[in-house]
């Protein structure tokens, strides 16, 4: 009698069919079985029978009982040696029924989920799990809850203490949406302030006895030998201030009823001047409304494009002195060189102009516009051009070792494109008008990767009085460094290549320096244990210098691949929050010391402010930036007779590595809204922000910015242009 229910056999080879994962260790059945749990890892299915490589002979297998059907193992898979769970599971397609099927499935479904979550739940889609009690991760694991209470406690620590200094800054400068605000409110909102989470003790210890070793040790007497300054003749001084005669032409005032303007070199513009009302313009109504929209600054034509500005610390009184360096012309039989190898020595000059402060107690703070910013100092050496100065930010009280007849600026410490760094100490007679982290700490990024820090106290009295620190200083080649070269007590490695800039957490933390590179990688180090105690932040794939510390909300700013501006937490440098959206590619950064406001400088002129604190205290909370100004330059049309010439104009571009200026105008347009921020503009195929940066004139780009760290002109900002060009305002509110 014939069998009523015939045996189904497929015509088709059995191969596995294709299966994806992103877990690279599924095919390995490597599971992550907590060692508190008792299930056990799911068995392979039995294919010894399927398997050719472990049989000697090929010979058809006993009818299955249940299916009847019969399986040769000529027609076993052998697409893989390894059998997985789910290859097993497509051969038994053949023979298996749709219920028994789906039971396999929802086993197989079930074993997975054991494995990689034991307790048997499933969290539900977009929280995250807490981590085991076994579980051991470097870092803070990521708050559930952002904006909470573990938020702040994982961005400023534990210690009740860290969050009460943070809620402190938050409800003092929270409500300064983009500029700082001069004085105080009735509540105590606004106004200036140093970081709370400072330590009175040690600000005073570091403006008292860390300075013993300048007043008491020599260290004042021994760097006024090195230095060997004297006073030049106007003669003589010509050839350190290759400025030249070339006036710079600006179209400056309200929109609409722009003039232009000349300025020649080391002179001043009054910005007061240029937005006074005409007499006899409009009613009394409108006058008053256009005297209210008058700026209380000055614009400097410094001679070349801004290499470097600083303002110097310590200045409680009402001058306020600001150290410029500039990009000059070098000599003719100077020799181009790059950045990565040093410059003969050539000469060039640091500026330093003093601005006056008004001397009223209602109005304290506010920049005198009856008294024009003088060019105190000129600064002349014969070291190559400075391409990087700063002053020393360490906190000093006055002494009564203080000279009756000049005025102790500060230490200036510099970098020369003869490769070396040099700490100078700035002074002016009475009659006449880098990143630190210690008071007595200089730290300095070189072209191989290294970072070195001196401690001046204990190089000063080591460096012989024959220094190169001198005004007629030899050049490089004949200075033997065993001599009268100090050696740096730290030098380590940080990074694969160039050092591009760095900056420490003084005075609240002294031993964290950030260093950014030429890899891409912005580095925190702890100084005391640099091989060990260190971590690397997310990878950039654009070069930028730009980076400054921000102490009221512990962190440090930089700019992200594009135009994106970012914040990384001290104590989470891994994580980035973005606050801010240049128009352009980043080119400075400067943080307030004593308010929570940034200046940000793009390529394509602009500089916007804005307070980054509103978006770390809480992720959805609204962020606003406002424009400063914006200033455009466009270079002058060739002549018809050099164009038939067939003049390129390359001595005019600086193309022969000698920083000639070219001829142009500027126009610097100002008075913008403030605009409502939205940190990714989605674009059509495309939701990572703007991928694409626009190449501007050199000359366009803001250079430097700086905000005035003292604590009653806290308000006062510089920003620096390729044109040589450099404004000065007070931005305080």
Known sequence: MADPTPSRKSARARVPSKKYSND??????????DSDTDTAPVPFPD???????????????????DEGSVISSDNASDASDIATLEEGSEDALSYTSDAELRDVREDQQHSRDSLAHPSGRRPRQGIRRKPDADLRMRGIPAPEIKGSRAHLASMFGT???????????RKKWARDSTLPSRKASKDGSGGMALPFHCSMERYRAEATTKWDWYYTQGGKQEMAKMQNAHSLDPQESGRFMSWGSQRLNVLLGPYGNQKMYSISPATSLSLKDVWKPEAGSGDESAQNRRREKE????????????????????????????????????????????????????????????????????????????????????????????KEIRWSPAPREWREEESQETVFIGLLAGIWSDGYVRVLDIRLDKSEALSSIYATDLAVGCANGFVAIWDLADAIP????????????????????????????????????????????????FHFLVSTSMDGYLRLTDIHQPTVDFVFSQRSRNMNSALDYHPHIQSF??????????????????????????????????????????????????????????????????????????????????????????????????????NVPREGTSRITEGYKVESLRIIKTEKGNSYGNPYVTIHEEETGITQVAWNPNLHCGGWAAAGMGTGLVRVEDLAI
Not at 159 to 169: E, G, I, M, S, Y
């Open 159 to 169: 210690d009740p203490k860290d969050v009460r200094d943070f809620t402190q800054a």
């Open 295 to 386: 700026r209380n600054g000055w614009l400097l034509n410094a001679g070349a494009k801004i290499r470097s500005l600083d303002w110097a610390p310590n200045h409680g009184g009402v001058e306020q002195y600001l150290a410029i360096a500039t990009n000059q012309q070098m000599p003719p039989d100077t020799e181009p060189y790059s950045a990565f190898e040093s410059s003969g020595s050539f000469p060039a000059c640091i500026q330093l102009w003093a601005f006056k402060a008004t001397s009223n107690l209602e109005e304290q703070g506010k920049m005198d516009m009856a008294r024009e910013p003088e060019l105190a100092q000129v600064v002349c050496t014969e070291w190559g051009l400075p």
């Open 557 to 658: 700013v930089a700019p992200e691949d594009s135009d994106f501006i970012q914040a990384l937490p001290l104590r989470r440098f891994f994580s980035i929050i973005s606050f801010a959206k240049a128009p352009g590619q980043v080119m400075c950064i400067a943080v307030g010391k004593v308010h929570a406001s940034t200046l940000t400088g793009s390529a394509d002129g602009t500089v916007f402010a804005t307070n980054p604190l509103r978006k770390v205290s809480q992720l959805k909370a609204s962020q606003y930036q406002q424009t400063w100004f914006r200033h455009e330059w466009a270079p002058t049309p060739k002549a018809p007779e050099r164009m038939q010439s067939g003049d390129s104009g390359e001595d005019e571009t600086g193309s022969n590595g000698r």
């Open 24 to 33: 690279a260790f599924e095919i390995l059945n490597i599971t992550g079985l």
């Open 462 to 509: 080591r460096t012989k009085s024959r220094s190169s620190n001198t005004a007629a200083a030899k050049p490089p080649a004949s200075i033997n460094p065993s001599e009268e070269i100090p050696r740096p007590h730290f030098y380590h490695c940080l990074h694969q290549t160039y050092v591009l800039s760095l900056a420490s957490t003084f005075p609240c933390n």
């Open 47 to 65: 294919d010894s029978e399927e398997d050719e490589d472990f049989q000697s002979d090929a010979v058809a297998e006993e009818p299955d009982d």
